[in-house]
C-alpha cells in the first residue's frame, strides 16, 4: 500500500474538505491562468518568485479565477507588429492581457465585480548595488500596480497582497471558502 | 564527516578535506578539462580519454543522439560524436554531465531538493549561452561551462550546512545582509569561496575559477581580467540572478543576493526597468530549451 504523501504544517489552515481534496489541486506555471465554478476545486503554484500571481475569488457564485503572470505590459516588449496570436503557451505572461483574460472567463461563468475580492502574491526581488535611485529589478511592484489599475477599471478592488521581499512562495487557493494559503519558504505559512 | 554544532565554525581546508572522500572525485574528467583547453588536442585523443570512463561514454552517447541536438544520423561511437559536435560544444557537455552528477544529490541545507540546483545551474547555463550570442561575448559555450559551476561550493558544504542552514538564514534575515555575507559570518567562508577552492584543487582554468568565485560579487574580481573575461563574468552573474529571478530551482536562500548594477553597466549591460523586462521575456522563451536539455542529460 502507498504510503500518504506527508502534508506540510501549513495545510491544516485549510478547511477538512480542502485538505482532502489538495492532491487534486490544479497546478499553474508561469503565463497560465486558469478559471473554475467547482467550490471542490483548488489551484496551487510553486516557487512563486519575481512573477505576480492574481487570485481572484467572487464568494457568491463560488467563482475563482488565478493567473500567474511575469511582466507589466506586453505593448513595448512584444512592438507594435507582434503577432497577439503567437503568445508561447503563455497567455498570462503580461499582465495586461492576464488581468482580463482571466476576469471575461469568470464573467462569463457568472462572476460579479462587486462580490469579486482580488489577491496579488509574489514579486519577490533581488538586491541590487549601484545603479542610481530604484531597484529596476522590482518588477512585482511594476506588475501589481498594473494589476491594480486593470482591475480597478472592471471595478474589482484588491484585498489583500503578499508582494516583495526576497524569497520565494507556495500558494494553495482553495474555491470552498476562497482561502488562499500562502507558504514563504523557508519561513511562515498563513491564510492571505 | 564531521557534524558541527549551528555556531562552529569550520575551515575550509576541514571541508577540503572532505572533497577527497567524494564519491565521483572526477578522474577522466579533470584529464579532460585541461585537454579541452589546450588548442593542440585532436578528437582522436579526446575519444580516447572519454572511452575511459563507461558511464561517460554512454552519457555522451545518448545526449548526442537526443533531441537536443536533433542530428539525423545516429552517432555510435566516441570519435564520431566529437567529430560532429565539436570540441566546444562537447566541452560545456562534459562539465554539464560533471556537475549534474554532483549537483543532483540531495542538497537539503539550501532547501533544494530532487536536483533543484542542478535545475538551477542548467536554467542559468542556456541563459549564459544565449546572454553570451545577445552581447557578442565570443565563445557560447564557455559562458554555459562557468555558469552550470557556478554554485560548485554549495554542494560540498551541504554536508555540513545542514546543520548551520537556519543559523545562516536567521543571520541573513536579522542583519538584513546578503546570503553570502551569512555564510561567511556563521561558516566563516562562502559557498563562493569553496567552489574556488574546489575548482583550483580540480585545476580547472582560471577563468572559471574567477567565475566560480565571484558570480555573486563581480566587483570584486580582480581588475587586470581581459575585456572578454569581465563580460563572461558579468554574463555568468546575470544568468544566476535571472534564474534566481525566474524562480528556477530557488532554494530558501531564495533571492537574499544582490545584482551588480554597476558592474553590468559597466561590460554594457543595460539594466534600465525596460531592458531588465526584455531580458526576462527573452529568458522566458528559453523554457523549452531548458527542459530538452535537463531530460537528456537526467540520469536513469
Ligand atoms: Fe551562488
Redesign the pocket.
Same mark, same amino acid.
Given at each position: 500500500m502507498m504510503m500518504a504523501q506527508p502534508l506540510a504544517a501549513g495545510i491544516q489552515l485549510l478547511d477538512e474538505t480542502s485538505q482532502k481534496n489538495i492532491a487534486k489541486a490544479v497546478e499553474l506555471s508561469v503565463g497560465q491562468f486558469d478559471v473554475s465554478n467547482k467550490r471542490t476545486n483548488l489551484f496551487k503554484v510553486n516557487t512563486i518568485t519575481s512573477g505576480l500571481v492574481l487570485v481572484l475569488y467572487d464568494g457568491v457564485a463560488g467563482i475563482g479565477g488565478v493567473a500567474y503572470m511575469m511582466l507589466p505590459d506586453s505593448d513595448y516588449i512584444e512592438g507594435e507588429d507582434a503577432n497577439p496570436a503567437d503568445d508561447h503557451g503563455k497567455p498570462a505572461k503580461f499582465a495586461n492581457k492576464a488581468v482580463s483574460l482571466v476576469w471575461e472567463k469568470m464573467e462569463n461563468m457568472g462572476a460579479k465585480p462587486a462580490n469579486t475580492v482580488a489577491r496579488l502574491i509574489g514579486g519577490s526581488q533581488l538586491f541590487t548595488f549601484g545603479g542610481g535611485g530604484g531597484n529596476p529589478l522590482n518588477l512585482g511592484s511594476r506588475n501589481a500596480i498594473a494589476c491594480r489599475t486593470l482591475l480597478s477599471r472592471l471595478g474589482i478592488i484588491v484585498d489583500k497582497t503578499e508582494v516583495g521581499g526576497n524569497r520565494p512562495r507556495n500558494i494553495i487557493f482553495s474555491l470552498l471558502k476562497g482561502d488562499c494559503l500562502v507558504s514563504i519558504r523557508g519561513g511562515r505559512e498563513f491564510l492571505l | 564527516m564531521s557534524t558541527p554544532t549551528p555556531t562552529a565554525k569550520l575551515t575550509l581546508e576541514q571541508i577540503s578535506a572532505d572533497i577527497d572522500q567524494m564519491p565521483s572525485v572526477p578522474d577522466v574528467i579533470m584529464r579532460l578539462s585541461r585537454m579541452l583547453e589546450d588548442p593542440n588536442v585532436t578528437a582522436e585523443e579526446l575519444g580516447n580519454v572519454i572511452q575511459l570512463d563507461t558511464k561517460l561514454t554512454a552519457q555522451l552517447l545518448k545526449i548526442s543522439n537526443s533531441a537536443y541536438y536533433g542530428l539525423n544520423r545516429k552517432i555510435m561511437s566516441m570519435k564520431e560524436a566529437v567529430a560532429i559536435l565539436g570540441m566546444k560544444a562537447l566541452k560545456s557537455l562534459i562539465y554539464a554531465i560533471l556537475s549534474s552528477k554532483m549537483l543532483m544529490a540531495d542538497l537539503q541545507g539550501y532547501g533544494q531538493l530532487d536536483g533543484a540546483l542542478w535545475l538551477n545551474a542548467l536554467t542559468g547555463a542556456t541563459y549564459a549561452k544565449h546572454l553570451a550570442k545577445y552581447y557578442s561575448y565570443p565563445e557560447p559555450d564557455t559562458a554555459f561551462t562557468a555558469s552550470i559551476l557556478?554554485?560548485l561550493g554549495?554542494i560540498v558544504l551541504n554536508n555540513h550546512v545542514q546543520v548551520g542552514f537556519e543559523a545562516i538564514e536567521a543571520e541573513a534575515m536579522e542583519k538584513r545582509i546578503g546570503f553570502q555575507q551569512a555564510e561567511e559570518a556563521i561558516l566563516g567562508f562562502s /559557498?563562493?569561496q569553496l567552489g574556488e577552492h574546489i575548482a583550483i584543487k580540480w585545476k580547472f582554468p582560471e577563468r572559471l575559477v574567477n567565475t566560480i568565485r565571484y /558570480? /555573486?560579487t563581480p566587483s570584486d574580481a580582480p581588475k587586470d581580467m581581459s575585456k572578454n573575461d569581465k563580460l563572461l563574468l558579468a554574463i555568468v552573474h546575470l544568468s544566476?540572478g535571472l534564474s534566481m529571478m525566474m524562480g528556477a530551482g530557488v532554494g530558501s536562500d531564495g533571492l537574499m543576493?544582490p545584482m551588480d548594477i554597476t558592474y553590468l553597466n559597466e561590460c554594457g549591460i543595460e539594466t534600465d526597468a525596460r531592458s531588465v523586462e526584455a531580458l526576462i521575456d527573452f529568458t522566458m522563451d528559453l523554457e523549452s530549451e531548458i527542459k530538452i536539455l535537463a531530460d537528456s542529460i537526467k540520469h536513469k
Amino acid at each position: 500500500m502507498m504510503m500518504a504523501q506527508p502534508l506540510a504544517a501549513g495545510i491544516q489552515l485549510l478547511d477538512e474538505t480542502s485538505q482532502k481534496n489538495i492532491a487534486k489541486a490544479v497546478e499553474l506555471s508561469v503565463g497560465q491562468f486558469d478559471v473554475s465554478n467547482k467550490r471542490t476545486n483548488l489551484f496551487k503554484v510553486n516557487t512563486i518568485t519575481s512573477g505576480l500571481v492574481l487570485v481572484l475569488y467572487d464568494g457568491v457564485a463560488g467563482i475563482g479565477g488565478v493567473a500567474y503572470m511575469m511582466l507589466p505590459d506586453s505593448d513595448y516588449i512584444e512592438g507594435e507588429d507582434a503577432n497577439p496570436a503567437d503568445d508561447h503557451g503563455k497567455p498570462a505572461k503580461f499582465a495586461n492581457k492576464a488581468v482580463s483574460l482571466v476576469w471575461e472567463k469568470m464573467e462569463n461563468m457568472g462572476a460579479k465585480p462587486a462580490n469579486t475580492v482580488a489577491r496579488l502574491i509574489g514579486g519577490s526581488q533581488l538586491f541590487t548595488f549601484g545603479g542610481g535611485g530604484g531597484n529596476p529589478l522590482n518588477l512585482g511592484s511594476r506588475n501589481a500596480i498594473a494589476c491594480r489599475t486593470l482591475l480597478s477599471r472592471l471595478g474589482i478592488i484588491v484585498d489583500k497582497t503578499e508582494v516583495g521581499g526576497n524569497r520565494p512562495r507556495n500558494i494553495i487557493f482553495s474555491l470552498l471558502k476562497g482561502d488562499c494559503l500562502v507558504s514563504i519558504r523557508g519561513g511562515r505559512e498563513f491564510l492571505l | 564527516m564531521s557534524t558541527p554544532t549551528p555556531t562552529a565554525k569550520l575551515t575550509l581546508e576541514q571541508i577540503s578535506a572532505d572533497i577527497d572522500q567524494m564519491p565521483s572525485v572526477p578522474d577522466v574528467i579533470m584529464r579532460l578539462s585541461r585537454m579541452l583547453e589546450d588548442p593542440n588536442v585532436t578528437a582522436e585523443e579526446l575519444g580516447n580519454v572519454i572511452q575511459l570512463d563507461t558511464k561517460l561514454t554512454a552519457q555522451l552517447l545518448k545526449i548526442s543522439n537526443s533531441a537536443y541536438y536533433g542530428l539525423n544520423r545516429k552517432i555510435m561511437s566516441m570519435k564520431e560524436a566529437v567529430a560532429i559536435l565539436g570540441m566546444k560544444a562537447l566541452k560545456s557537455l562534459i562539465y554539464a554531465i560533471l556537475s549534474s552528477k554532483m549537483l543532483m544529490a540531495d542538497l537539503q541545507g539550501y532547501g533544494q531538493l530532487d536536483g533543484a540546483l542542478w535545475l538551477n545551474a542548467l536554467t542559468g547555463a542556456t541563459y549564459a549561452k544565449h546572454l553570451a550570442k545577445y552581447y557578442s561575448y565570443p565563445e557560447p559555450d564557455t559562458a554555459f561551462t562557468a555558469s552550470i559551476l557556478r554554485d560548485l561550493g554549495k554542494i560540498v558544504l551541504n554536508n555540513h550546512v545542514q546543520v548551520g542552514f537556519e543559523a545562516i538564514e536567521a543571520e541573513a534575515m536579522e542583519k538584513r545582509i546578503g546570503f553570502q555575507q551569512a555564510e561567511e559570518a556563521i561558516l566563516g567562508f562562502s /559557498h563562493m569561496q569553496l567552489g574556488e577552492h574546489i575548482a583550483i584543487k580540480w585545476k580547472f582554468p582560471e577563468r572559471l575559477v574567477n567565475t566560480i568565485r565571484y /558570480h /555573486h560579487t563581480p566587483s570584486d574580481a580582480p581588475k587586470d581580467m581581459s575585456k572578454n573575461d569581465k563580460l563572461l563574468l558579468a554574463i555568468v552573474h546575470l544568468s544566476d540572478g535571472l534564474s534566481m529571478m525566474m524562480g528556477a530551482g530557488v532554494g530558501s536562500d531564495g533571492l537574499m543576493y544582490p545584482m551588480d548594477i554597476t558592474y553590468l553597466n559597466e561590460c554594457g549591460i543595460e539594466t534600465d526597468a525596460r531592458s531588465v523586462e526584455a531580458l526576462i521575456d527573452f529568458t522566458m522563451d528559453l523554457e523549452s530549451e531548458i527542459k530538452i536539455l535537463a531530460d537528456s542529460i537526467k540520469h536513469k
